[in-house]
């Protein structure tokens, strides 16, 4: 579920108003990693430009606080893509989860002239073999950075993700509604863009108008909260 040296966040409310939707541009966003409820460490998301229409986005986790830290877990998330018009296509996937008595790293490609992904390194054995590609998918991690583009009050949002060996379709609902999201002394006005298929695998973004980044990711299971970022800042880089 994306970085300049100028603070932009300020203290006080964030209004969301309805307009166009924000350019892609580079930035860093700092997020509090919350783990059931609790605080447990640290995550950083940077988008990247790397001239024309290619583009980087990378996602990093780190547990500082009680299990999160004692098992050093870190998650390292990052996918190369295409930005043409409104479309993030992925070129590259790589996924890097460290704990203290093991590690497994995953990387993927995109061969849009050959229609397939595919995936190597610690990886289960069926899902090394070529998938399918379609227009418009992406990897889970642009997720982030489309729900930012594609959301309007009301409207349900659909992708087909091919990440990690898999492809799974993935519906979001977004609120009619926004609502007021605090993170310390920051509150936003927010739209709430919900999961609607995930069954007890629930997804849920927050974004504010403005803020080129979700300013909140939760996963919940069961009705249970899991993994909890919330937005404390973000700039602009070069």
Do not use: C
Not at 95 to 108: E, P
Not at 158 to 185: F, H, K, M, P, S
Request: charge should be neutral.
């Amino acid at each position: 579920m994306p970085p300049l040296s100028v603070r932009v966040l300020s203290l006080g409310l964030l209004f969301l108003s309805t307009g166009p939707a924000l350019a892609l541009e580079p930035f860093l966003a700092t997020y509090q990693a919350y783990n059931e409820g609790k605080l447990a460490g640290a995550a950083t998301m940077k988008v990247s430009h790397h001239g024309g229409s290619r583009w980087q986005v990378d996602l990093a986790i780190t547990g500082t606080r009680g299990f999160a830290r004692l098992a050093r877990l870190n998650i390292e998330q990052s996918t190369v893509f295409d930005a043409t018009g409104e479309q993030y296509r992925p070129l590259s996937q790589a996924t890097v989860q460290k704990a203290l008595f093991s590690g497994k790293r995953m990387v993927g490609t995109y061969d849009w002239n050959a229609g397939t992904a595919q995936w190597l390194g610690d990886i289960k054995k069926k899902r090394r073999a070529p998938l399918p590609l379609q227009p418009g998918d992406m990897s889970a991690l642009l997720m982030n950075l489309a729900v930012i583009r594609d959301a309007e009050p009301g409207k349900p949002l659909n992708y087909r993700v091919v990440d990690n060996g898999r492809i799974r379709e993935y519906d979001y609902l977004v609120a009619e509604q926004t609502e007021i999201i605090a993170v310390e002394d920051l509150s936003y006005d927010a739209m709430r863009i919900a999961r609607t298929n995930g069954g007890n695998d629930e997804t849920i973004f927050w974004v504010a108008n403005g803020v080129p980044t979700p300013v909140r990711i939760l996963q919940r299971e069961d009705g249970q909260d899991g993994v909890d970022l919330r937005l404390v800042d973000y700039q602009g880089v070069q």
